[in-house]
């Protein structure tokens, strides 16, 4: 699961390192701005990438404000609807903040938000968890196709794709470069087949 | 993972280490204030017990309740098994239920072979132990305890292996499924095993076991066979026994039992296992059972953990749907990879 993306057929570059660089500062003014200061705010990243750009996410918002800002990491493996369609696979350790996720604004972090299944399954693993003041979710990439009733609160870039095509995202902590990339992929067979995002 | 785990050998190094690492995130969700998690909701585990179990029995069904699974317990005693039911019927009757998963412990070796491979079901076989031939997740969830402690340190050890560590399995090896499996798992995890038993207590063709093997106890915890990490303690089987395999119970203690001045003479990060059910002040001393370097308890919850994983690796990701998706649908967009 950690290993870097391959380079697959040339596709359109959407984003670079900079793009990628400014959304992310852009985002973390925004949550600010909309929490009122970094108090009793915690970012919880969706592995692979959502953990690299949580941490990202908080180094900005610590620089900007003078105060570190609590992070951890939210394995959704578990907790999964499409477990049964996918071979197996390991889950990955969940870490939470020492002072927990009770009474705190959490902001989950991901790459891409698609269908919005990853999203559902994280607001449960979330709430076995604790119980947030509130959730929010910030994203590097919304894409659309939507297949739930999920919204993100902070988004780096709109993205209008196809079903038909891939977006795929590459982090330097992760994939060596920082990159966002839109491929013609495989025909989709269904709305939710394989539905990951 | 296969769709069976009928034996320790069924699994490859990867494998092992595999269930070990999943088996490390579960015990992490049992810390939680929430234990349990959705992820086999709506699946059917069957505990099909034809043998007397408290600890394997209880921990399978921790295990698949915490995984959100319906469990539906079985024995053989107040079943029409008494009425004379075979296996087979037994498993047909399971089948027509329903069973997505049948954990069985019987006393005869073989019997899970035969339910996983006869066509009677079609769902995954678990051998929760099997007469004296295996009993896999003990071996495992041993496997698990050595990794915290002897690499982790108490804490995680994801992706490692045994290499190199030395495990004394003591006492009456012959009826001991417990033995076998954890002989074979051991060895796939690279680690060597010193068997220490009086001669009429070690099986035929132990020759050519993957094992070292001492009829000294004293000889071998004074680091005859090099330094040891661990000594399991085996349970003499007595209600096996049909023949006089040592001349009493107090010379077998005196010879093989674990007593206080005995584990003294362990390495000091070594530490003291037991399988269960213990015969305090046979093969095992209350002090030694009780000691700073007893692992008896911790074995037990962490069995529950190994076992979430086993039921997990087999029950999560099969499906009879799968097959007639594009392999490349799977690769698609965002933050997980194929």
């Keep these: ?197 | 993972m296969r769709r069976h785990l009928l034996s320790a050998a069924d699994l490859d190094t990867a494998g092992a280490i595999e269930v070990l690492d999943v088996a490390e995130q579960m015990a992490a969700t049992q810390q939680r204030e929430i234990k349990k998690l959705p992820t086999l909701r709506g699946r059917t585990v069957v505990n099909l017990f034809y043998e007397d179990s408290t600890r394997t029995r209880i921990s399978f069904e921790a295990a698949a309740k915490r995984l959100s699974a319906d469990v539906i317990n079985f024995s053989a005693k107040g079943s029409s098994v008494s009425k004379g039911e075979s296996l087979k019927d037994t498993a047909l009757t399971l089948q027509a239920m329903g069973a997505d998963a049948v954990v069985i412990r019987h006393p005869a070796s073989g019997a899970p072979h035969r339910l996983a491979h006869a066509g009677w079901s079609t769902g995954s076989v678990v051998n929760a132990g099997d007469g004296t031939h295996e009993h896999p997740t003990q071996a495992l969830l041993d496997a698990y305890t050595l990794r915290r402690h002897l690499v982790g340190a108490g804490g995680s050890a994801r992706g490692a292996d045994l290499q190199g560590r030395r495990i004394a399995i003591v006492g009456d090896v012959l009826h001991s499924r417990v033995a076998r499996s954890n002989v074979l798992l051991l060895a796939t995890l690279g680690a060597q095993v010193v068997l220490v038993a009086p001669p009429t207590l070690l099986p035929v063709g132990v020759e050519a076991w993957p094992v070292t093997v001492s009829y000294d106890l004293d000889a071998t915890l004074h680091g005859g066979h090099g330094d040891l990490d661990a000594v399991m303690m085996l349970r003499v089987q007595a209600e096996r026994m049909n023949a006089a395999f040592f001349p009493s119970t107090r010379e077998y203690s005196r010879r093989y039992g674990l007593d206080a001045p005995r584990s003294a003479l362990l390495p000091e990060r070594a530490l003291v296992m037991h399988p269960g059910p213990m015969n305090r002040g046979f093969e095992i001393s209350a002090d030694a059972a009780d000691g700073p370097r007893s692992t008896i308890v911790e074995q037990v919850a962490n069995g529950v953990a190994v076992r979430m994983a086993v039921l997990y690796l087999l029950l999560a990701g099969q499906s009879g749907g799968v097959a007639d998706e594009p392999a490349g649908r799977a690769t698609t967009e965002g933050n997980l990879l194929p």
Aim: avoid cysteine; charged fraction near 30%; hydrophobic fraction near 40%.
């Design chain 1, 1 to 197: 699961m950690d290993q870097a993306r391959p380079q697959g057929p040339a596709g359109r570059v959407v984003m670079e390192g900079h793009d990628v660089q400014r959304a992310l500062t852009r985002i973390a003014h925004e949550i600010l701005e909309r929490n009122k200061g970094a108090d009793r705010l915690v970012l919880m990243g969706i592995p692979t990438r959502g953990v690299a750009l949580a941490e990202r996410l908080g180094a900005r918002l610590a620089e900007i404000e003078g105060v570190p800002v609590p992070q951890g990491r939210l394995d959704i493996t578990m907790y999964r609807d499409d477990l049964r369609r996918q071979p197996t696979r390991a889950p990955a350790p969940t870490k939470l903040p020492d002072g927990g996720i009770d009474d705190q604004v959490v902001v989950l972090v991901d790459d891409v938000l698609y269908s919005g299944r990853t999203i559902r399954a994280a607001l449960d693993a979330l709430s076995d968890l604790g119980r947030p003041r509130a959730v929010r979710l910030a994203v590097l990439v919304d894409r659309g196709h939507r297949e739930l009733p999920v919204r993100a609160d902070y988004v780096g870039k709109n993205l209008p794709t196809s079903q038909s095509e891939r977006v795929l995202v590459a982090l330097t902590e992760v994939d060596g470069r920082d990159e966002v990339v839109i491929t013609s992929g495989p025909a989709a067979s269904g709305p939710t087949a394989g539905g990951r995002e």
